[in-house]
């Protein structure tokens, strides 16, 4: 088992080190001044830029940029916001906690309510029972996420008035303890659920392919030739039998969860690194934009490894294939 | 081609997708024709509720609603299937050359592909976005730059597979250059399963248009109903409509493009969701 992981960690350095250099490929291409296009659409005093010159190694050849751009990076070094007054890493590290609250709240709720609604529509007796449940998943697939939370904002936040409109928390509260959590469990609500039917639409359509699929397998005929009862066979087989491929697809998603749902956060102006992706774009604020990308690069392979290691652990055959 | 057309109308999915998509393409192409007013044309004060004058109300500066989502599906449907389309082109030459040639150059553009599908999806648009701006052509190399590996993973596999048969081998034999068996003898063979993606990719492509349309960084030049979304998100105590009508007309092509798919997975692979043991009554 050691040696699947070292394995997996050796295989994911090279990813890394390859999505570091995509990233400087692509800045490469941006047209005009380099150092414009690291601070982005501000004046740029001579003093900042022989520093970032200097850092860079912009007048150097584009083989040492590249080795000064990993060295930087190596030092955790994301650079600084010029116009936030801040280094990247910092920005970044704030906003990362909130996102991972929201994404997994999402997940908790989404999860569960899509594998069960994969699975009765795959094991239902009734057809029309699979087609409301299809449908109903295909309107959810099609509805992009930031528009389901424009109308449950006008529908929960302004009509009925139940939660708050934006945000992650009053500008002022007194509230402590258990007020406290249930003043931001109302300001969580609202995008939390608007994450979930995102997720539940997607993990209930993987859910039904997958049980399909595990329905047509071998020992599901030895169980019906064991006289095995239906729930007995959904129970025991299917349903561990068809998840198994889902939560390799959420183990993903929720590493991409952490770039943050961008166009949700947007929607209710929840301060995650979606928003502070967003923010940076608009500002043209390049160091950000590029600190964000990296981040989120970097924690999608982080899970995929996780997720990967986890499966080793869970089953034995994948440890075995390598 | 016509049989499949033919096949796809006596799909349950696929004769609803049809219809679905056919009327927005009407709709697209006769706009100007059926829309009331013009998309810049201030027609009544602003922000008046759907009535009779106007079915969708106006907007935030008087312009009617119905016009404006009526305009907005020609620039919506075009960024969708020329981001797809080129996506197809990009993705399937990767997965063409990838496929039949095996070896160093398989090697190294399927990691590539994979590179690419680290990244959400809306991060490298948004990335590209940032760097290069968002034209309308750069709007379709970000979305396409974005999707591509997904067309070419599946054309990879497709002449992986194909690549083996007989046929192959005998127009090897007969000593045929490479162009005429990869472009006249596999291609053909190996296209019915990418028609689905593409069908996919385009729903795919409206969907990000219209995310990036409402965060206010598509084309300031054009109309699109994520454009739409994005001064309706200001509005949405006093103006509902503004917000509700452009997003059914993206949900509306999104589920049509779906359907159309699903129809023709069930045309291209007709065995695809039959169950084949099932579950004791």
Not at chain 1, 84 to 89: G, T
Not at chain 1, 184 to 213: F, H, N, Q
Not at chain 2, 76 to 96: D, E, F, H, K, Y
């Amino acid at each position: 088992m050691a040696r699947y992981v070292l394995l997996r960690l050796l295989q994911a350095i090279p990813m890394v080190a390859c999505v570091v250099i995509l990233v400087f490929v692509l800045l490469q291409f941006t047209p005009g001044d380099p150092v414009q296009a690291i601070v982005g659409d501000y004046p740029v005093p001579p003093a900042f830029r022989a520093a970032i010159v200097l850092q860079y190694h912009l007048d150097d050849t584009l083989p040492v940029r590249l080795l000064h751009f990993f060295i930087n990076l190596l030092h955790g070094d994301l650079g600084y916001s010029y116009q936030q007054q801040e280094f990247v890493a910092t920005l970044i590290l704030q906003r990362a906690p909130r996102t991972l609250l929201l994404a997994a709240s999402a997940f908790v709720i989404g999860v569960p309510v899509g594998i069960g609604i994969g699975l009765i529509s795959a094991t239902t007796r009734s057809g029309n029972v699979d087609r409301f449940w299809t449908t109903a998943v295909l309107v959810g697939y099609a509805i992009p996420g930031f528009w389901l939370g424009q109308l449950l904002v006008i529908l929960f936040a302004m009509q009925l008035g139940w939660f708050p409109t934006q945000g992650m928390a009053p500008v002022f509260s007194r509230a402590s303890g258990t007020a406290f959590v249930l003043e931001r469990v109302r300001y969580l609500a609202l995008p939390a659920i608007t994450y979930a039917v995102y997720e539940a639409t997607r993990v209930a359509r993987l859910m039904r392919a997958s049980t399909i699929e595990t329905l047509g397998a071998g020992y599901i005929v030895t169980a019906r030739a064991k006289g095995l009862s239906r729930g007995a066979i959904i129970r025991g087989h299917i349903l561990r039998n068809s998840s198994l491929p889902v939560l390799t697809v959420m183990g993903y998603a929720f590493g991409v969860a952490m770039g943050g749902a961008v166009l949700i956060e947007t929607v209710f102006s929840w301060p995650g690194i979606g928003l502070l992706l967003i923010e940076a774009i608009r500002n043209r604020d390049n160091q950000v934009v590029v600190g964000v990308v990296l981040f989120i690069s970097l924690a999608v392979i982080v899970m995929n490894l996780i997720v990967d290691i986890l499966y080793g652990l869970l089953d034995p055959r994948i440890r075995a294939g390598r | 081609m016509r049989g499949m057309l033919g096949r796809l109308a006596g799909t349950r999915y696929g004769i609803a997708g049809l219809l679905i998509m056919l009327v927005l393409v009407l709709l697209a192409v006769f706009a100007p024709v059926l829309a009331p007013y013009g998309p810049r044309q201030q027609v009544g004060i602003s922000l008046l509720p759907p009535s009779r004058a106007f079915p969708m109300g106006t907007d935030n500066i008087g312009r009617d609603m119905l016009s404006l989502v009526l305009i907005s599906t020609r620039a919506s449907l075009l960024i969708g299937v020329t981001a797809a389309l080129a996506a197809l082109l990009v993705g399937g030459t990767v997965g063409m050359l990838a496929g039949y040639w095996r070896g160093t150059t398989e090697a190294v553009l399927m990691r590539l592909a994979e590179l690419f599908q680290i990244l959400p999806v809306i991060v490298v648009v948004l990335f590209a976005i940032a760097l290069f701006g968002s034209s309308f052509w750069l709007l379709i190399a970000a979305v396409a730059l974005a999707i591509w590996p997904l067309e070419a993973r599946l054309i990879y596999g497709q002449f992986v597979n194909l690549r083996q048969r007989e046929f192959v081998a005998a127009a090897i034999v007969a000593d045929m250059p490479a162009w005429h068996i990869v472009l006249r003898e596999i291609l053909p063979n190996a296209l019915p399963p990418v028609i689905v993606q593409v069908a996919l990719d385009a729903s795919l492509a409206i969907l990000i248009e219209s995310g990036l349309g409402f965060l206010g960084l598509s084309d300031a030049n054009m109309v699109s109903w994520g454009q739409l979304l994005f001064p309706a998100q200001t509005y949405l105590q006093s103006a509902w409509w503004m917000s509700v009508f452009p997003g059914v007309a993206i949900c509306i092509a999104v589920i049509g493009l779906n359907l159309l798919a699903d129809g023709l997975n069930e045309v291209v692979n007709p065995r695809a969701g039959q169950r084949l043991v099932g579950l004791p009554e």
